[in-house]
C-alpha cells in the first residue's frame, strides 16, 4: 500500500512539472506576442544603424533563431542576451 502512494505522489509530482513547463513555455510565447512582433528583413535592416551589411545582419539573425529555437521574424536588431532570455 505504502509503495502505491509513494507511486501516486510521483506520478503527480511529475504532471505537476509537465504542467508547470507548459505554462512557462505559454507565458514566454505571450512575451513574445507582445515585445517582438514578427517584423520582415525589409525592417529588420531599417532598424540597424547606417552602413550595416545586409547580407551579414541577415546571416546572424538566422543564426540566432536557429541556436535559440526563436522564430526568425521575431529577433529584432535591439534584442540582446540577457539571463538566458532574449529581451529587447
Known amino acids: ?8 505522489g510521483v506520478v503527480i509530482a511529475i504532471a505537476a512539472a509537465v504542467a508547470l513547463g507548459w505554462y512557462r513555455e505559454h507565458q514566454r510565447q505571450i512575451w513574445l ?15 540597424c ?5 545586409r547580407d551579414v545582419a541577415l546571416k ?3 543564426i540566432i533563431a ?7 521574424e521575431r529577433i529584432h536588431p535591439t534584442s540582446r542576451f ?5 529581451l529587447g
Not at 49 to 53: D, E, L
Not at 82 to 86: I, T, W
Open 82 to 86: 540577457e539571463e538566458g532570455d532574449l
Open 66 to 72: 536557429e541556436q535559440l529555437g526563436y522564430p526568425y
Open 33 to 47: 506576442e507582445r515585445n517582438f512582433p514578427p517584423i520582415s528583413d525589409d525592417e529588420f535592416m531599417a532598424r
Open 60 to 62: 546572424v539573425r538566422r
Open 1 to 8: 500500500m505504502f509503495a502505491l502512494l509513494i507511486s501516486c
Open 49 to 53: 544603424p547606417p552602413g550595416t551589411n
